[in-house]
């Protein structure tokens, strides 16, 4: 009686807690869902392209562009490698690597073109 008991409330504990939202290993941040994760990969590949534009009209118009510039879009590009191939396990890494990223790039931009946004 005591055993089925114990079973019965481990069954309970474990239903339970199959239903909870995946936390990460610091149980401070949920992971996303797949749908969340498909429409931010979505909202990153518009700013993906429209950086990459971007840096190909400025190396257009620039043939000497700045190895710091190439530097933040190749590392850019290598996170979106990761977003495109990242799982729901994988996400928050994949997805802070990638603003991270994207973040330095705007930095660097922003020093390579002076703060003009029209370049």
Known sequence: ???RNLLA??????TIGATLPAA????????ESSADIDTRRAE???SMEA???RVDEHRAEDNDVE??????????EAAWADVENATEENWDDASGA???????LEKTWDDA???DSGT
């Open 98 to 104: 990638f603003d991270s990223a994207m973040d330095d």
């Open 51 to 53: 950086w990459r534009a």
């Open 24 to 31: 990460s290993a610091d149980d401070t941040v949920t992971v």
């Open 1 to 3: 009686m005591l055993m």
């Open 113 to 115: 073109t002076d703060g």
């Open 9 to 14: 409330s481990t069954a309970i504990v474990l």
């Open 44 to 46: 990153m590949n518009d």
């Open 67 to 76: 190895d710091a510039m190439d530097s933040a879009w190749n590392n850019v």
